[in-house]
Structure formats: structure tokens, C-alpha cells
């Protein structure tokens, strides 16, 4: 048939009982596009976790080590970045920011963003625990105060205040949320 053909299918493969189809399948080489000159590599955020003195980040999934995306992919869907040199992934982790993503969904992060100046959800750490959470900029009479917040409403919103071991590793700028 033609779609054997387009396809470069054994005659009869649509026809095979499913042992036969794999066997006959075995033979045939997949192919994959290799990356062009206008392919962005976006790696995955390196938490520093192999050598023990890394960013834990609790209720990992597992990771998504890298994606290969075309230029024009990346300037129609990934907006407000200070440079596509500066994205990485970052793998969604726990419940705490349900429904706006799950765990195992990944998370393009802007390093360059690593200063809190607006409002919005930034991968982070307090200590040596890695956390994704809206930060919202609060004034007090003590000076800033950035609250963290979860969209889960099972969990509590915290401050992060002067003092704190706090460092922001970048703001999120795209997120896929699976079901």
C-alpha cells in the first residue's frame, strides 16, 4: 500500500501478527534528524546533586536532560528571555504547584532573570532546598520581603527575608503541563 511505501514498510507488514511485525521491523534503520547551524540546545539546570553538595530537590521524578529546538521555534513561542543562551530545563518536581504544572513537566528557566525585580514564578533555593514558586515582592517597614507561593492551596505560602540563604537561579518562562 502507499502508506507501506511512504513509510518504508515490508510488503504485508499491515497484515503481520504483531512478533512478526517487530521482527520484520528490526531490519528497517530509524532516522532521526540530526541538529542544523539554527538548532538551539536548551540543557537541563545543573544542580551540582552528584558531587553531594548540590540543590536537593525533593519529589524528582526523574530529569529531562535536553531538548533541541529551531530558532524560529524559540522566537515564536519563548518570549521576554535575556538570551536563549541562558535557558535551561528545569524538570517539575512535587505537588506544590498543581495544577499549573506536574511533576515530571518540564520548565524552561531564564538564568539571566536571577534577580527577583518583578513578580512571577522563579526556580530558587533557600539553603541547600530547591523550590519553583510564584514570588511576589512585598513592601514592609523592614524593607523587601518575598513571599513564596504555591498554586496547590494545600500548601502555605513562606517569606523569604533579609538574612536567608536565598538565591534565585532564574525565572521560569515556559512551562508544559501534561496530563
Known amino acids: 500500500s502507499s502508506c507501506s511505501t511512504a513509510f518504508g514498510l515490508p510488503r504485508g507488514f499491515w497484515e503481520m501478527d504483531p ?99 518583578v513578580d512571577g514564578v522563579y526556580f530558587f533555593r533557600v539553603g541547600q532546598e530547591g523550590f519553583v514558586k510564584q514570588l511576589q515582592r512585598i513592601p514592609t517597614s523592614a524593607g523587601l520581603v518575598l513571599r513564596a507561593k504555591s498554586y496547590n492551596p494545600l500548601y502555605d505560602p513562606f517569606d523569604i527575608t533579609e538574612g536567608m540563604d536565598f538565591e534565585a537561579f532564574g525565572r521560569v518562562v515556559k512551562v508544559w503541563r501534561g496530563e
Open 19 to 117: 512478533s512478526e511485525a517487530l521482527a520484520a521491523l528490526s531490519g528497517i534503520e530509524s532516522v532521526c534528524l540530526e541538529p542544523s547551524h539554527s538548532d538551539t540546545t536548551i540543557m537541563q539546570f545543573d544542580t551540582g546533586g552528584a558531587m553531594g553538595h548540590g540543590v536537593v530537590l525533593r519529589d524528582q521524578p526523574g530529569v529531562i536532560k535536553s531538548w533541541t529546538v529551531s530558532d524560529s521555534w524559540l522566537q515564536q513561542n519563548v518570549h521576554r528571555i535575556t538570551s536563549p543562551r541562558n535557558l535551561c530545563i528545569v524538570t517539575g518536581f512535587g505537588p506544590s504547584m498543581q495544577p499549573l504544572y506536574n511533576p515530571g513537566d518540564p520548565l524552561l528557566v531564564d538564568r539571566g532573570a536571577n534577580r527577583v525585580d
